[in-house]
T-cell receptor, first 114, second 116 residues
Framework: AQSVTQPDIHITVSEGASLELRCNYS??????LFWYVQSPGQGLQLLLK??????LVQGIKGFEAEFKRSQSSFNLRKPSVHWSDAAEYFC????????????FGAGTRLTVKP | NAGVTQTPKFQVLKTGQSMTLQCAQD?????MYWYRQDPGMGLRLIYY???????DKGEVPNGYNVSRLNKREFSLRLESAAPSQTSVYFC???????????????FGPGTRLTVT
């Protein structure tokens, strides 16, 4: 079945450590790809997006993501995590045949240890 | 500029009751969306309105109706609430088409609905 997969439900990292959140998709054509962040009790905020071109994209708050077509992946990274990064992170794809239909992964909850 | 606003923030309903969730955006976007968020499932699209006067079903439309009242407002109605509709509901908007095309969706703060 077509899907967006975030394999890690919960990740804990120490403040200052590096972070990588995984995302894989299974759609025939390359969709548009997004990472959103959700703080507790809040709506979603866009971190970054990939449509085409350079496969390494930069986002807000020091995040970056790399698109790898061969692996159908769009992993999110940050070199040094801050306590304020604790939140839930969602990978999302915009379907190539209906650009109103955005599909989300189940989310990865990030805990940051002091 | 408030962005996307939703009312109410919280609601408790009994099974069989009806209610309407309200959403408004002040960004002059032409497309609006309703999602539900359930633990372990991410967000799922209920209905969307690509432009004023049109609405379409998303991934999980059963049990819901929508109205695109005007360009700013998009409401979601539960005619006969069921416990399976306990969820957090998010409204979103974006500009699709015209000179300001953007695939980024802007989200409201959510409505937490409990059906007992």
């Amino acid at each position: 079945a077509q899907s967006v997969t975030q394999p890690d439900i919960h990740i804990t990292v120490s403040e200052g450590a590096s972070l990588e959140l995984r995302c894989n998709y299974s759609y025939g054509a390359t969709p548009y790809l997004f990472w959103y962040v959700q703080s507790p009790g809040q709506g979603l905020q866009l971190l970054l997006k990939y449509f085409s071109g350079d496969t390494l994209v930069q986002g807000i708050k020091g995040f970056e993501a790399e698109f790898k077509r061969s692996q159908s992946s769009f992993n999110l990274r940050k070199p040094s995590v801050h306590w304020s990064d604790a939140a839930e992170y969602f990978c999302a794809v915009l379907l190539p045949y209906n650009n109103n239909d955005m599909r989300f992964g189940a989310g990865t909850r990030l805990t940051v240890k002091p | 500029n408030a962005g996307v606003t939703q009312t109410p923030k919280f609601q408790v309903l009994k099974t069989g009751q009806s209610m309407t969730l309200q959403c408004a955006q002040d960004m002059n976007h032409n497309s609006m969306y309703w999602y539900r968020q359930d633990p372990g499932m991410g967000l799922r699209l209920i209905y969307y309105s690509a432009s004023e006067g049109t609405t379409d079903k998303g991934e999980v439309p059963n049990g819901y109706n929508v109205s695109r009242l005007n360009k700013r407002e998009f409401s979601l109605r539960l005619e006969s609430a069921a416990p399976s509709q306990t969820s957090v509901y998010f409204c979103a908007s974006r500009q699709l088409g015209g000179t300001g095309v953007s695939y980024e969706q802007y989200f409201g703060p959510g409505t937490r609905l409990t059906v007992t």
